[in-house]
């Protein structure tokens, strides 16, 4: 049963008067452990910690399950909570199709429409809300760019079973064909699968580039080796992956999405909100992370400009 359910955890937070005597019960769905999702999760709990919400969380992580993410999405059903935090797409849709009757606030999910969560943006119209965190897939091309002005062909490490992954795909392919550069695709069904994928771009591109993909972010280090190995640049579209391993990435800052997100939440628990009226949020300011150590490793020089904006360096 344990490899079932990864991971269903309480957490406690100090009570503070003003809310109400009663302890809500959030359950959280969660895709797969990796720093962008946690530092969500994170985020959302220090907002209402500090709000003096005194909450009794139920997190649940999936491990990249797509049956263990149903499994989870049945077991909240019967948590009955007072509130759902589902973070990113995966984890949004088996909630969403499973209840109907509990608010759910969303993070991380790349398209809420496509993805069948809300009607609209503006006027979500069911029970589900959230944040989009769409990637700017013209400003990624660009920053490659900078970093190797020859590219010709751009390799795409994703997972095809993500429907977030397939947007940007689709997205980059658009932009790409823009500008004359071919992509070439390399999918992996699961975190044991990326080391494969990405070898297999090997020879075939001039740079890797990695979207919001859950299941590649979670075994980030196979693609950093494979890149690493073979001085094929690898670019990433979250911020924490830089520290990990990936010479770039220009994202939002997921922690802040995650605070962001749990001020939603805040207005259905205190104020009563209703998330079919509660409009689709995002976040504007992007951040620009540098690894000067694997640039080198993968044989690129950081530009002189890419140094004098970025957010971070890491060395």
Do not use: W
């Not at 909570?81 to 949004?92: E, G, K």
């Not at 062909?153 to 071919?182: D, H, R």
């Not at 297999?200 to 190995?229: H, I, M, W």
């Amino acid at each position: 049963m344990k490899n079932i359910i990864i991971a269903a955890a309480m957490v406690m937070l100090t009570a503070v008067s003003g809310f109400c005597s009663d302890k809500p019960v959030i359950s959280v769905n969660q895709i797969v452990e990796h720093p962008s999702l946690d530092a969500m999760r994170n985020g959302f709990i220090d907002t209402l910690k500090e709000a003096g919400i005194d909450a009794e969380y139920n997190v649940h992580i999936a491990q990249g399950n797509q049956a263990t993410n149903i499994q989870i999405a049945s077991q909240i059903m019967g948590e009955k909570p007072d509130l759902i935090l589902a973070i990113t797409t995966p984890s949004s849709q088996v909630i969403a199709q499973k209840i109907k009757d509990i608010p759910v606030v969303f993070s991380g999910v790349t398209d809420p429409v496509a993805a069948g969560l809300v009607s609209s943006l503006e006027a979500p119209g069911a029970n589900v809300t959230g944040m989009t965190d769409m990637s700017p897939v013209d400003e990624h091309l660009a920053l490659i760019r900078e970093f190797v002005p020859g590219l010709k062909t751009l390799g795409v490490l994703y997972n095809s079973g993500e429907p977030n992954s397939v947007v940007l795909l689709e997205a980059m392919k658009a932009e790409a064909e823009k500008a004359g550069i071919a992509v070439e695709e390399a999918t992996a069904i699961n975190s044991g699968a990326v080391y494969q994928a990405a070898k297999s771009l090997v020879g075939r591109c001039d740079a890797v580039y990695v979207p919001v993909d859950n299941t590649v972010v979670s075994a980030l280090e196979s693609a950093v080796k494979v890149c690493s190995q073979n001085r094929l640049p690898l670019f990433t579209a979250d911020t924490d992956s830089v520290d990990r391993g990936s010479i770039a990435a220009l994202a939002v800052d997921y922690y802040r999405m995650g605070r962001q997100t749990g001020e939603m939440a805040l207005r259905i628990l205190k104020d009563g909100a209703r998330p079919a009226d509660m409009p689709v949020e995002s976040l504007k300011n992007l951040r620009l992370h540098v690894n000067t150590k694997s640039a080198a490793a993968m044989g690129v020089t950081v530009p002189e400009s890419v140094l004098k904006r970025a957010d971070k360096i890491v060395e």
